[in-house]
């Protein structure tokens, strides 16, 4: 009878090695199916360019079909949600903005957590924001908007392209940095500040480089620098605006791959790896600077302190401001 239960207690043990080895290798392989990738926002948004060019790429060196679906609707919280929903098997990842930093605060009722229920796996690239003025405007550079914002408090009036939107908070976060008050107008969007912009309704905004390069080059509208934590790749003589005298300011319109939260470590380590390489490609990098976008490359545990820095900042410049949140 010993011997019986011994026999029965080893063939246990082989059949529950024997049980978890698949899984393991299923994890080494991946990916052994297509990968869909979900984006927030419209094809065509930088998000969605951004994955498409680095999907590609993906596609080539994994083996399997990145395949991108646009998901829009309240700030990207449609797409993200949808991903914590999904297998944890690294078949459904998530296209994050630093919206979703903001949403963490911003919105009231979010029938998830962006930093509990999704696993970051590699930051990608990000976009340039520029302080922007009209060639009008006194101020040449940030340290003189300072001292006219401090001469003039309220009377200076800088456009965003929305409440609770990056552009807003990025002109809150001067306001609390500088010491000074610029006042808010919120904007349905970028083009119909950059039109008030060139046509002097609003004085400065802060806004993506990209979209306003072309006006800046033709001199219909002034930058006075960038946000970023480094030079923007597309204005490399421009100044950040932590170079101007505000040491410490930094934003940038960021995006990253995330997965569902107990996606295996195996898996994200392979997709940030894979990220990493696609980044590093000059030819993605060269498709990347001709759109105004720089390459952001950040592994797992740098994009998840990254993510918690950005949801601390932004959640007490909402709280500063008093913005009241969305249901």
């Known amino acids: 009878m010993r011997c019986q239960a011994r026999r029965a207690a080893v063939v246990a043990v082989i059949l529950a090695a024997l049980t978890s080895m698949p899984s393991a290798r299923a994890d080494d392989a991946y990916p052994t199916k297509p990968v869909h990738v979900i984006v927030g926002f419209p094809a065509g948004s930088v998000a969605d360019v951004v994955i498409r060019l680095v999907g590609q790429k993906l596609s080539q060196d994994l083996g399997q079909p990145f395949v991108v679906e646009n998901r829009p609707g309240a700030s990207s919280n449609i797409g993200a949600e949808l991903v914590t929903r999904a297998p944890k098997d690294g078949s459904t990842l ?79 976060l001067f306001n609390m940095t500088a010491g000074v008050k610029l006042a808010h107008v919120p904007y349905k969007g970028s083009p119909e500040v950059l039109a008030d912009l060139i046509a002097g309704r609003v004085k400065v905004t802060f806004i993506p480089a990209s979209a306003v390069l072309a006006q800046a080059k033709a001199g219909s509208v002034r930058l006075l620098a960038t946000t970023g934590r480094r030079r923007a790749s597309v204005l490399p003589d421009l100044p950040t605006v932590a170079e101007s005298g505000l040491p410490g300011f930094e934003a940038a319109l960021w995006m990253g791959v995330l997965a569902p939260a107990g996606t295996p470590a195996t898996i994200v380590d392979r997709l940030a790896k894979a990220v990493a390489t696609a980044l590093a490609t000059p030819d993605i990098n060269a498709q990347l600077a001709t759109q105004g976008i720089d390459e952001f490359s950040l592994g797992p545990a740098e994009f998840a302190a990254y993510i918690r820095t950005d949801t601390d900042k932004w959640a007490k410049v909402v709280t500063a401001i008093g913005l009241k949140g969305y249901d």
């Open 94 to 172: 998530f296209m994050a903005t630093i919206a979703n930093t903001i949403n963490a605060s911003t919105y009231k009722n979010l029938p998830f957590n962006f930093e509990k229920d999704l696993a970051p796996v590699a930051m990608v690239a990000s976009v340039p924001v520029a302080l922007a003025a009209n060639p009008e405007f006194p101020a040449h550079n940030v340290k003189e908007l300072i001292a006219l914002a401090k001469d003039k408090p309220g009377e200076i009036f800088f456009a965003s392209s929305g409440n609770g939107t990056l552009t807003h908070l990025l002109g809150e």
